[in-house]
C-alpha cells in the first residue's frame, strides 16, 4: 500500500487491515507507524459515528497545496469486534493517490464513502446514483 499527496509519499506499508462493509469495495487501515507523522494533523472536521466501528476521529494531510481536511480518519477506541483496526489510519482515494500493488485505486462513488476499487474488485458499490437504501 502507499499513499501519496503529488508526489509526496504520506504512508507506505505490505501490513495493512482491508475491511469489508456491505455493498462496497474495501477500505485499508495502514499502521500509524507507516505514516510521516509530519504531515498529519488532528482535523477539526466533526467525528462521525459507525454503527460498526465506533467514533471516527479526523486527521488532516499537511502536503500539496494546502492542508487537505479529514483525508484521513482512524478509530482510536473501536468496537471491539474492530479492535484490531486501533492505531491504524484510513485514507480517502477521492482527494489521495492510493495505491494497491502499483495500481493506482480508483475512488468510491456517492463523495460520502472512500472504498478502494482495484481491477479485481468488482460492484455494484453503494454510493451509485438509487443506491442510498441499500
Known amino acids: 500500500m502507499v499513499v501519496r499527496v503529488g508526489d509526496v509519499v504520506l504512508a507506505r506499508t505490505g501490513e495493512a487491515f482491508r475491511v469489508l462493509e456491505t455493498s462496497h469495495p474495501p477500505t485499508w487501515y ?46 482510536e477506541r473501536p468496537t471491539k469486534a474492530f479492535r484490531d483496526i486501533t492505531g491504524h489510519l484510513a485514507f480517502d482515494p477521492n482527494v489521495l493517490t492510493c495505491e494497491v500493488d502499483g495500481e493506482v485505486v480508483r475512488a468510491q462513488e456517492g463523495g460520502f464513502y472512500a472504498g478502494w476499487i482495484t481491477d479485481d474488485v468488482v460492484g455494484p458499490f453503494k454510493g451509485i446514483p438509487g443506491s442510498w437504501g441499500w
Open 30 to 75: 495502514l499502521p500509524l507507524a507507516s505514516v510521516r507523522p509530519d504531515l498529519l494533523r488532528l482535523s477539526r472536521h466533526p467525528s462521525t459515528t459507525c454503527e460498526w466501528k465506533g467514533a471516527a476521529t479526523y486527521w488532516d494531510v499537511l502536503a500539496g497545496s494546502g492542508p487537505l481536511e479529514a483525508a484521513a480518519w482512524s478509530y
